[in-house]
């Protein structure tokens, strides 16, 4: 998931002694206009011009306003007595944890990790102030995005601090943000965030296209809103069509990949741009393993995805054809009697499993591990005894039930939900010919399913892209380079 980008650029350079000079060197090296969070402030040192370079999010406002209002007091005098950066530092910088660079490099690095950077006219060095402060959720990690290992910060509803919170983990001066307002009434603050050297810029142009012809009042539902607003309408298709994650360090690893990463502001969600069936293979916490461990986790999700899909209407098919079954899958038959079809048992468990996800929603968290425990032998054992359902049905759709939670696309499970269902039908109504016929259709819309960007659904299987799917098939060991 990671790439080999350095955090430097290619060469070294030193402050040239014009001042402007150096202004227009830092203003294009930092994309300055381009990345709304990166500010140039310009103040009047005596008879002499500075400029400070930062990032918006990082700041301790009050601690510059103080530099500022101490800068602002000196005289020519003072200023001809500091005559190096150095000088200047050890003299008038009042913050602690302040000191010069005469590198280029090294002064982009430190205010992309968050410091304030100065330039003063006449200096051939910068003076950096380390002001920074790094915003940290205040609540628990994201409960949809977990993890065992690795960070436990999440992004906030202030989308100031989720690009923040980016910018942490990506110091590169290719790391582009742009802003938007989207809405005639609401003025929603949108941001999209990408690496300007591995974005892929058919589907940057497709998505920037679409934001800029957006005309609505308000984003009420904030990323939701968008997500309608930005993708093509297919009613009938259940598949998303978009990734979400709440963790910064898989946004990163995303945008590192080459992806796009769009922020809302009021709500802690980012979206992922492209998406396609096999990204949802992928889980944070397959990267937080070794290789061996991560594979066997995304090959273990594959197979329940298959398997919640079909495994339920292949199960029904075989007992219809009981007396042509062999003897090696007759354990599967239902040996006790019952009184409800099967088919019409399998429909009512369905139902009921959404009716507790549903009521598990609005129950509060002290009473939620009670509702789950009551739930489970209520519609479990009871319901056997009572004669409404079989055991097997109960087990079988309990595995089914449970295996939505292996991947974590919420929209995802919803999907397969839809398609094992209408599969299951079709099976009921026309057997072997209901089934193939059902499996046929799904298959369809996957393959039909559009994206923001035209770009399949399918890739990398259509069109084929070998390295491309082995990346998502199986976990890589991150690569990298030893120092000579």
């Known amino acids: 998931m990671l790439s080999g980008n350095t955090i430097l650029g290619d060469y070294m350079s030193d402050f040239s002694k014009s001042y402007k000079e150096n202004i227009k060197t830092v203003s294009k090296r930092l994309r300055l206009g381009e990345s709304y969070d990166i500010i140039l402030k310009k103040i009047k ?10 990032l918006d999010g990082f700041l301790k406002d009050e601690m510059l306003e103080k530099n500022l209002e101490y800068f602002t007091k000196l005289t020519a005098e003072d200023m001809k007595r500091a005559d190096n950066a150095q000088k200047f530092v050890d003299t008038y910088t009042t913050y602690v944890e302040a000191n010069v660079v005469d590198k280029l490099e090294d002064y982009i690095t ?3 990790s968050g410091a304030v950077g100065m330039i003063v006219e006449g200096f051939t060095e910068a003076v950096i102030i380390d002001s920074r402060t790094y915003p940290a959720r205040t609540v628990e990690e994201p409960e949809s995005d977990k993890v065992l290992r690795g960070s436990h910060e999440g992004f906030v ?3 100031i601090f989720n690009t923040a919170l980016i910018r942490r983990k990506i110091r590169n001066t290719n790391l582009t943000i742009k802003s938007y307002q989207i809405g005639s009434e609401s003025k929603t603050d949108i941001t999209v965030c990408y690496l300007e050297d591995v974005v892929d810029r058919r589907q940057l142009d497709a998505l920037t296209k679409k934001l800029e012809s957006i005309e609505v009042k308000s984003l009420p539902m904030s990323h939701e809103s968008l997500r309608e607003c930005l993708l093509p309408t297919q009613l009938w298709n259940p598949f998303p ?3 979400y994650t709440e963790r910064p360090d898989a946004a990163a690893a995303c945008i590192y990949d080459g992806n796009i990463i769009v922020l809302t502001d009021g709500s802690p969600t980012a979206m992922i741009f492209p998406t396609g069936i096999f990204d949802f293979i992928q889980d944070i916490n397959d990267f937080y393993f070794a290789p061996v461990i991560g594979s066997l986790l995304r090959f273990i999700r594959t197979l329940v995805f298959a398997l919640s899909m079909v495994f339920i209407p292949v199960w029904y098919l075989l007992i219809q054809y009981e007396e042509s079954l062999p003897d090696v899958l007759k354990f599967m038959l239902i040996e006790e009697k019952n009184t409800v079809p099967i088919i ?11 009716t507790l996800r549903l009521a598990s929603v609005n129950t509060p968290s002290a009473l939620s591990s009670s509702f789950s425990v009551v739930g489970a032998l209520v519609l479990g054992e009871f319901a056997v ?3 409404w359902f079989v055991a097997e049905v109960v087990l079988f759709m309990a595995f089914v039930a449970i295996s939505n939670f292996t991947q974590p696309s919420y929209e995802l499970g919803y999907a397969i939900k839809i398609s094992r269902t209408v599969i299951l039908i079709l099976t009921a109504l026309f057997k072997i010919w209901g089934f193939a016929a059902g499996l046929i259709l799904v298959m369809l819309v996957i393959a039909f399913t559009e994206t923001i960007s035209g770009y399949t659904y399918l890739y990398p299987l259509i069109p084929f892209n070998k390295e491309a799917l082995k990346t998502l098939l199986f976990r890589h060991q991150i690569k990298f380079r030893y120092k000579k």
């Open 45 to 54: 040192l005596a008879d002499r011009e500075a400029a400070l370079f930062c």
């Open 110 to 112: 430190f205010v992309l």
């Open 157 to 159: 509803e202030t989308i």
């Open 241 to 243: 069509k978009v990734r």
């Open 344 to 354: 019409v048992q399998l429909l009512i468990i369905e139902f009921v499993i959404d």
């Open 385 to 387: 005894r009572s004669g």
